[in-house]
């Protein structure tokens, strides 16, 4: 839903334009929590309304980023100046024409450093204030998996050497015959 800073404009746009009744009434979607493993490409759904000649901007942001812009659509075009290097030609929308509202962002060979929170604005030709969705991509999980492998796997190697060297023992133990040992050992001292 929309939060309260965005509750007036809303309002006002309701009353204003019959349109932007369905970007109040049904927001872009919920907020989403995404993982991923890194090198992989990732697509970070948002949603407009289905009025794919009102959108006027979408504009993807990361916010914890000193130059936010991810990528940037106004009126007809894609303005990537300002785009923040570390997503220059790894984005992309997944349907450049928007149709049915789709806005959702391909991010391709995902990183570590892309892990963190983005935002989707969406301003269509009459709204007063954008309608946001907001999507953590998290890849801690997976960062953990993958050092955690390469922790586990020699434990486990060495887990398994252990054991066959011990059953070896064992056996080599139970073939021996303990009374010629002490019979050899009798017969030495004896002499």
């Not at 309304?49 to 009102?54: A, L, T, V």
């Not at 959108?55 to 940037?72: E, F, G, Y």
Request: charge should be positive; glycine fraction near 2%; include cysteine.
């Amino acid at each position: 839903s929309p939060s309260l800073s965005h509750s007036f404009p809303l309002f006002l746009s309701v009353l204003t334009d019959p349109h932007s009744l369905c970007s109040v009434l049904f927001p872009l979607s919920e907020d989403k929590s995404i993982t991923v493993q890194s090198g992989q490409n990732v697509i970070l759904p948002c949603q407009a309304p289905n009025d794919k000649g009102s959108i006027r901007v979408v504009k993807w942001t990361k916010p914890d980023l000193q130059k936010k812009i991810v990528h940037l659509y106004v009126d007809r075009r894609f303005d990537l100046e300002d785009q923040n290097p570390s997503f220059k030609n790894r984005v992309d929308l997944q349907d450049r024409e928007m149709k049915n509202g789709d806005v959702s962002l391909i991010l391709n060979n995902v990183t570590i450093n892309d892990a963190g929170t983005y935002e989707c604005s969406v301003i269509q030709k009459k709204d007063l204030s954008p309608s946001t969705t907001t999507i953590t991509l998290d890849l801690r999980f997976m960062a953990l998996l993958n050092w955690s492998l390469v922790c586990i796997f020699p434990l486990c190697f060495s887990l398994l050497l252990l054991f066959f060297s011990y059953r070896k023992f064992k056996e080599i133990s139970e073939c021996s015959n303990q009374p010629q040992f002490f019979l050899l050992m009798k017969t030495r001292k004896e002499k």
